[in-house]
């Protein structure tokens, strides 16, 4: 917490005291549809803040990070189903496993000058491959998915993962918060500044003799590693895994949506993206169902429509724009 809160101005050190005591408090306060819409908001805004440092910091655009957490998933879940192997040590896999696939897809594409949009399908096409392998695996349930075993959800089992929604609430919660710690010492350190650099301009970050192949893969690697951590936590929550799911493009989409709307390259950007996002699509669909309406679809246009607005109205994101109301920055 010490690394959130050094160097804030009072009123923000308030704010973010506030905001810290109405987390930890709100499962002592809410039902349990409530809860589980929290815990989705957690769980975008922590892969959200993975996928901004290798966009919103380095300027590496991945549209193709479900392949982080599809990996991640599979990899502790298939470990812990065939192996009986515990979901740290699966999580200490999907991080290495998840890694290397950013490396092996970095070196691609940054050692033979693929880049920009040329880059960003680069990641597509690794995600949309390795769903169709995933999807004729039969070991890993291919097309029918991989099942958990699911036991007393009442008991609190830290060491397995086994519990009730809250204890899943305050790991995504724990999982959040360290990232965004850990992002706040990247952007003031060194190699925030040199990603920065890469981000505004590359040539001349070259040409003041920044190593830009390496800190790319830096960022690469880290993001895909974070990433991970989200796969891991949505297969032990969820306990069922399903190539089409996971994988998807769709997937890929409301990872990096919070943090474009929240503010790209900020730090609290793709917390407020994903608090925001989610409440209002899943609100949506409530009530087309309520009314039922059954309109397929309706949550992509929702997310259009959101772009949209913010694209125009507010270029920078919506934190910024809230950061100059509250005196958090300069107008």
Known sequence: MRALVAGLPARARAVLALVAVLLLGAPFAVDAYVLSV??????FAYTGQAWNIMMGFAGQLSLGHSLYVGIGAYAAAALFVHFDVNPWLGALAAIVLCTLAGLVIG????????????????????????????????????????????????VTDLATLRGPPVMFYYAILALTVGALALSRLLLASRLGYYWRAIREDEEAAQALGIDTFRYKMVAVGLSAAMTSLAGVFFAFYYNNLFPEQIFSMGRSIEIILGPIIGGLGTLAGPIVGAFVL??????????????????????????????????????????????????????
């Open 38 to 43: 929290l815990i989705l908001c957690l769980y």
């Open 107 to 154: 070196f691609l594409a940054f050692r033979f000058g693929i880049a920009g949009v040329y880059f960003a399908i680069l990641t597509i096409a690794f995600a949309e491959f390795t769903r169709i392998g995933f999807d004729h695996w039969n070991w890993l349930g291919a097309s029918g998915g991989l099942f958990l075993p699911v036991k007393e959800r009442g």
């Open 278 to 331: 989610t409440p209002l699509a899943d609100g949506i669909t409530e009530l087309m169902q309520l009314l039922g309406i059954e309109t397929p679809g309706v949550k992509q246009v929702f997310y259009g429509v959101c772009l949209l607005v913010v694209i125009v109205f507010l270029p920078n994101g919506i934190w910024p724009a809230i950061a100059r109301r509250l005196g958090f920055a300069p107008r």
